[in-house]
């Protein structure tokens, strides 16, 4: 913090300024929702005269965009306002923030899900358990009725690519919720709600561990739009996997490794990818300057009792080891997000162009393997060489070229490593890129809320992706807060250690590169 800081908001003060317009773009969001959202075929919520009226006439499709396209682009400008007055030095505790957090949501509990249908997947597999089914070698499709409950077709077919905790999670919602999805989906964002909370409580706690102002390592970390977005009114199981993860590297900072390493295998039992976490829970219980056998030790003791809590978690719900198998379930999908999944079907556009072969089926998988490989590898060194940065940095770069060279990219993934890098700190630069892209993910939701499955938009598609760039450039650009922060000269604050004890603090557990010591200094 600067030496002279302003006297500290009250709560009532942060709720008025943020919570409540924040809460207002939610509201928006979630009435939009219901004409433009993913709702089960099987459900008497589709049938209300209003909620009908927004799904199927011209008028009423417009309204909902509208409402989503403003909401969204409200939900931006807030949180780009608390932003540029947290690094102007307005005092704000973590916990304020937090309360700011659950304002924004409580509207979009009654929400329809948002920007993907995958929670209906989560609802099937729990149902398949309960059929009798093993999830990791059957597909939904095995239920009747599956389609009218809201599964993508895509994934009819495909085993369930989770953890057994997230499994057993499953079939306890399916079984409370008794055949209705729609009761199920909301349920399931609770279960979201609470990795945010997890994200919101230990975040505050990271980043003071390296010297991090904890309240604007919260605003970036926990409350971005994408969170609300795709964690919230999405309700994808990738927040309680985040919120998990970072639980583990809270425990591991408070040196207590074998919570931390359980703390992992639980996020692991989500979503296996967070089993790249443990190489860098390893790396803080061994220290800093740790020989190799001592990191070796730390690395064995940790992945045994990650395998050894991960076994209890499969035991209990009573599934094996076959998530093994369905990792490669996300990749059936083709984005164009994912730079080498988008670097193949134009390579291989180009040779079919060319004549040099009828698909381009050859040159995605060729680039999808050597992303792969390549992500394999820089993860391998950020382990082998930690010298000069944090683990919890180096855990942060090992998510992002996973995401960055993997062969599926979703928007909610980038939410892997965002609140990590929020927790060790950013320059002027590297967090105005960030919030662009966070901007930019904002026009993404707003394309993707053009067509449902019930409704397609397709006439005026392209009118809405002009319409939702048009309206996020006008909030980027209108105000000087905006602007400020997303074009500040580089004496702007940056997310890093700025006083002396916050560097001090930050040197003694993680010693930084020199060369950012003096350019930040």
């Not at 409370?176 to 709600?193: G, H, M, N, T």
């Not at 193949?344 to 009828?358: A, C, N, S």
């Not at 807060?481 to 700025?498: C, F, K, Q, V």
Request: charged share 10%; with cysteine.
């Amino acid at each position: 913090m600067h030496p002279a800081t302003p006297p500290e908001s009250s709560l009532g003060r942060v709720l008025f300024r943020f919570g409540l317009p924040g809460t207002v773009a939610t509201l928006l969001i979630t009435i939009g929702a219901f004409g433009v959202g993913w709702l089960p075929l099987r459900t008497g919520v589709i049938e209300f005269p209003l909620v009908e009226a927004l799904r199927t006439t011209t008028s009423g499709l417009l309204v909902a965009h509208s409402m989503v396209f403003i909401g969204i682009a409200l939900l931006l400008q807030v949180w780009l306002v608390l932003g540029h007055h947290l690094s102007a030095g307005l005092q704000i505790r973590p916990w304020s923030l937090g309360a700011v957090v659950a304002l924004w949501c409580v509207p979009l509990l009654a929400s329809p899900p948002m920007f993907s249908r995958d929670v209906y997947s989560y609802y099937l597999q729990g149902r398949l358990m309960d059929a009798g089914f093993d999830p990791y070698s059957t597909g939904v499709a095995q239920i009747p009725g599956w389609f009218q409950d809201g599964v993508d077709p895509m994934w009819a077919e495909s085993p369930a690519p989770y953890g057994p905790l997230f499994l057993l999670i499953s079939r306890g919602v399916s079984n409370f919720s008794y055949e209705q999805p729609a009761l199920a989906a909301l349920v399931f964002r609770l279960v979201a709600l609470i990795g945010v909370a997890l994200m919101v409580a230990v975040i505050p706690r990271i980043a003071q561990a390296h010297g991090i102002d904890p309240a604007r390592a919260v605003w970036l970390g926990a409350m971005n739009p994408l969170v609300v977005m795709h964690f919230v009114a999405g309700a994808h199981n990738d927040a309680l996997m985040v919120g998990l993860i970072m639980v583990g590297f809270a425990l591991a900072l408070q040196k207590l490794p074998v919570w931390a390493a359980i703390a992992i295998a639980l996020a692991a039992s989500v979503k296996p990818i967070a089993l790249l976490a443990l190489p860098f829970i390893g790396l803080i219980w061994a220290g800093q300057r740790a020989g190799w056998g001592r990191r070796i030790w730390t690395w064995v003791a940790t992945a045994g009792i990650a395998v050894a809590a991960f076994a209890v978690t499969a035991i209990v719900a009573g599934v094996g080891w076959g998530w093994i198998s369905a990792l490669g379930t996300p990749g059936e999908v083709r984005t164009w997000l994912s730079p080498p999944t988008a670097i193949g079907m134009i390579t291989g556009g180009i040779g079919q162009f060319l004549g040099w072969t009828d698909t381009n089926d050859a040159f995605v998988a060729a680039l999808r393997a050597l992303g792969t490989v390549a992500a394999l590898a820089i993860v391998a060194w950020l382990a082998l060489k930690p010298e000069g940065r944090s683990p919890v940095r180096g855990a942060a770069w090992a998510f992002t070229v996973v995401v960055l060279l993997g062969p599926v990219l979703q928007p909610w993934y980038l939410l892997w490593f965002l609140p990590l890098f929020a927790v060790t700190g950013l320059t002027v630069a590297g967090l105005r890129w960030v919030t662009l892209v966070i901007a930019g993910f904002a026009v993404h939701g707003m394309a993707e809320s053009l067509a449902t499955a019930d409704n397609l938009f397709e006439i005026t598609d392209g009118l809405g992706i002009v319409a939702a760039f048009a309206i996020v450039s006008i909030v980027l650009i209108a105000s000087g807060r905006e602007r400020r922060l997303l074009l500040g000269t580089n004496s702007a604050p940056p997310l890093l250690p700025l006083d002396a004890s916050s560097k001090a603090r930050a040197q003694e557990l993680f010693p930084w590169p020199p060369t950012w010591q003096d350019r930040h200094s």
